[in-house]
């Protein structure tokens, strides 16, 4: 990625962070804003729920005992945290770690929205129920994680929460295993005629995109 449009998605990134900080209609106010961070012109966005507490009070995403076993799996794979970026559908964190609610990530959406159109990954990884059907409504976390859809102009391939996984064996081997898989998933959609992983949902090359079974 050439220097000049990564400066540029960063700045694009600082205004947008500004704009959201200055919204006083926006629920949730009395926390802190997480904006997101990392490689703005990165091929790879993880986007979670919403922050926890200890994300609130450093203003960071995933810094807690979830946002490690993230990193951790990161670095598993052989990338580097500063290769991609991570931020959160709901900016601000929930009283009590509460579950987000409806009016709460829709307020929230055109932020996120923009976000990822600055960033436009070429992979979006939604951890967790919340962040999975805010792209795809339809989808069942259980049975559709490791799996590549589209949604949209975006390509997303949903994983179980990490908090999840750190409170259910089953679920941290099913984490292990479908993060084990993102390098060829990002392979995959890079050169779509090397079949590496089956997925009847991405287009042959040179073939105009379906849309996704899920929509
Ligand atoms: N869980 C999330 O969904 N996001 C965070 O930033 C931290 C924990």
Redesign the pocket.
């Known amino acids: 990625m050439c220097h000049n449009v990564r400066m540029e998605k960063d700045k694009l990134l600082v205004e947008l962070e500004r704009e959201i900080a200055e919204d006083k209609k926006l629920p949730l106010l009395t926390a802190n804003l997480?904006f997101g961070e990392g490689n703005s012109s990165t091929e790879i966005l993880f986007i979670?729920?919403?922050?926890?507490q200890n994300?609130d009070i450093q203003k960071r995403?995933?810094v807690?005992k979830?946002?490690q076993l993230l990193r951790n799996l990161i670095k598993k794979i052989g990338w580097r945290e500063a290769d991609v970026y991570i931020t959160?559908i709901v900016k601000r964190r929930p009283p009590g770690n509460r579950d987000p609610l409806p009016e709460e990530i829709e307020a929230y959406k055109p932020y996120l929205t923009r976000q990822i159109e600055i960033i436009k990954p070429k992979l979006i990884v939604p951890?967790?129920r919340f962040a999975t059907n805010y792209f795809l409504p339809l989808a069942k976390i259980t049975r559709d994680q490791g799996k590549i859809f589209r949604a949209g102009e975006w390509r997303v391939f949903p994983l179980f929460?990490p908090?999840a996984a750190l409170r259910s064996p089953d679920m941290m081997k099913a984490l292990e295993e479908n993060f084990m898989k993102l390098p060829l998933a990002l392979e995959q959609i890079k050169n779509p005629s090397e079949k590496k992983i089956e997925d009847p949902l991405l287009p042959k090359k040179d073939e105009k995109p379906k849309q996704s079974q899920l929509f």
Do not use: S
């Open positions: 997480v979670g729920e919403a922050p926890g994300e995403p995933f807690g979830a946002g959160n951890l967790g929460h908090a």
